[in-house]
């Protein structure tokens, strides 16, 4: 076992789901520490490590000529040592529609501080989905959360060669990552004014057997039709269409907003459902962007929790307006500080925009 101090957690604390692994065992690499967490999930409907999990765990272990203690779906007490002998390319596979979002948070997690290496890292991912529920959709992973990562200096993006849809996945997809050569080169995140909107876009993407009743183009004229008569041009809006054989079939729909002083918000991802038809479903996405549109965060919340790792990780400070303290982002942030304590501070101000006065949260970082 490694000389470096033991980070031990209980996985039951705070919103006690899968963050607090992917968290942690970002950092175990990051700090060249041991991780042990007990309870894992233990209050879920199926407690215990998920596939998703455990295959995080796994290829970071092989990344970096690490060990885990045997590992099976449903265990709830983990030993994972990281190692210090990283490797650039590796093939992962999901049996199920496992979501390649989910994989992807705990590995930039880890790789924010990995060896540079010139055409850096590369996981390839066979089956799997890319979209499925209480999960990110590439798109909003790509167009969004990468998107921040970008402006401060890491590089990530998934490249999606297939689709998977739950419930049989499937899909095929490389997820790239370049960390910087020294983290002292990252950028602090900084977002305070959005500045003018510059554009609003989303994209739908669903199986090829939903072609013939046209459904990603009805969900497309219903989310135009609402924006527009709201009083958004038509050059301000971008929506694309996509088809894609899969397993499954399946629809999953992401929406951002881009302003100029480069803030990307996004309204999360919205999926089709049995029974719910595409004009609820753009309806819906309008309706999301809508409500973005008439706020003042400058970090959406999915992102905030997402982001908060990376931030964490590097030595700058940070500043951000986010809507609501999640629970994600509330556990995110316990176990980030009890692992390396840094100094940080929540602030409520009043959203100026809203008639209700309802508040938003000013995050800083020292």
């Given at each position: 076992?490694?000389?470096?101090?033991?980070?031990?957690?209980?996985?039951?604390?705070?919103?006690?789901?899968?963050?607090?692994?992917?968290?942690?065992?970002?950092?175990?690499?990051?700090?060249?520490?041991?991780l042990?967490?007990?309870?894992?999930?233990?209050?879920?409907?199926?407690?215990?490590?998920?596939?998703?999990?455990?295959?995080?765990?796994?290829?970071?272990?092989?990344?970096?000529?690490?060990?885990?203690?045997?590992?099976?779906?449903?265990?709830?007490?983990?030993?994972?040592?990281?190692?210090?002998?990283?490797?650039?390319?590796?093939?992962?596979s999901i049996?199920?529609?496992?979501?390649i979002?989910?994989?992807?948070?705990?590995?930039?997690?880890?790789?924010?501080?990995?060896p540079?290496?010139?055409?850096?890292?590369?996981?390839?991912?066979?089956?799997?989905?890319?979209?499925?529920?209480?999960?990110?959709?590439?798109?909003?992973?790509?167009?969004?959360?990468?998107?921040?990562?970008?402006?401060?200096g890491?590089h990530?993006?998934?490249?999606?060669?297939?689709?998977?849809?739950?419930?049989?996945?499937?899909?095929?997809?490389?997820?790239?990552?370049?960390?910087?050569?020294?983290?002292n080169?990252?950028?602090?995140?900084?977002?305070?004014?959005?500045?003018?909107?510059?554009?609003?876009?989303?994209?739908?993407?669903?199986?090829?057997?939903?072609?013939?009743?046209?459904?990603?183009?009805?969900?497309?004229?219903?989310?135009?039709?609402?924006?527009?008569?709201?009083?958004?041009?038509?050059?301000?809006?971008?929506?694309?269409?996509?088809?894609?054989?899969?397993?499954?079939?399946?629809?999953?729909?992401?929406?951002?907003?881009?302003?100029?002083?480069?803030?990307?918000?996004?309204?999360?991802?919205?999926?089709?459902?049995?029974?719910?038809?595409?004009?609820?479903?753009?309806?819906?996405?309008?309706?999301?962007?809508?409500?973005?549109?008439?706020?003042?965060?400058?970090?959406?919340?999915?992102?905030?929790?997402?982001?908060?790792?990376?931030?964490?990780?590097?030595?700058?400070?940070?500043?951000?307006?986010?809507?609501?303290?999640?629970?994600?982002?509330?556990?995110?942030?316990?176990?980030?500080?009890?692992?390396?304590?840094?100094?940080?501070?929540?602030?409520?101000?009043?959203?100026?925009?809203?008639?209700?006065?309802?508040?938003?949260?000013l995050?800083?970082?020292?």
């Amino acid at each position: 076992m490694s000389e470096s101090p033991l980070i031990f957690l209980d996985g039951s604390r705070g919103e006690g789901g899968g963050s607090i692994l992917r968290v942690s065992a970002g950092l175990a690499c990051l700090l060249h520490r041991p991780l042990r967490i007990i309870n894992i999930r233990k209050n879920r409907k199926q407690p215990g490590l998920r596939l998703q999990h455990l295959i995080g765990l796994e290829t970071l272990a092989s990344l970096t000529g690490g060990s885990t203690d045997p590992l099976h779906v449903g265990l709830t007490k983990v030993d994972f040592f990281p190692g210090t002998e990283w490797k650039s390319d590796h093939t992962v596979s999901i049996r199920t529609a496992g979501n390649i979002g989910m994989l992807s948070q705990t590995l930039h997690n880890a790789l924010s501080q990995a060896p540079h290496t010139p055409s850096g890292y590369h996981i390839h991912v066979n089956g799997g989905g890319t979209y499925g529920k209480y999960a990110p959709g590439t798109a909003y992973l790509n167009h969004v959360t990468f998107a921040i990562f970008r402006r401060l200096g890491y590089h990530v993006s998934i490249e999606v060669l297939q689709h998977g849809y739950y419930p049989k996945g499937g899909a095929q997809a490389i997820i790239h990552l370049q960390p910087a050569s020294n983290p002292n080169q990252y950028h602090g995140l900084h977002l305070l004014e959005r500045g003018e909107l510059e554009s609003i876009e989303v994209a739908i993407h669903a199986e090829d057997r939903l072609k013939k009743p046209e459904v990603a183009e009805r969900i497309m004229r219903t989310i135009l039709s609402i924006l527009i008569s709201n009083n958004f041009a038509s050059d301000l809006i971008k929506v694309t269409t996509s088809y894609h054989p899969s397993r499954s079939v399946g629809v999953g729909v992401d929406g951002w907003l881009t302003y100029s002083n480069g803030v990307v918000l996004g309204m999360g991802t919205v999926l089709g459902e049995r029974g719910v038809s595409s004009e609820i479903i753009g309806k819906k996405v309008a309706q999301q962007l809508l409500a973005l549109v008439d706020s003042t965060e400058t970090v959406d919340e999915h992102a905030a929790d997402q982001i908060l790792p990376f931030l964490w990780g590097i030595p700058k400070p940070s500043q951000f307006i986010l809507p609501r303290i999640t629970s994600h982002f509330q556990t995110n942030l316990n176990i980030l500080n009890e692992i390396l304590p840094r100094k940080w501070d929540l602030q409520k101000i009043a959203n100026s925009k809203k008639k209700d006065k309802s508040t938003t949260f000013l995050f800083k970082l020292s």
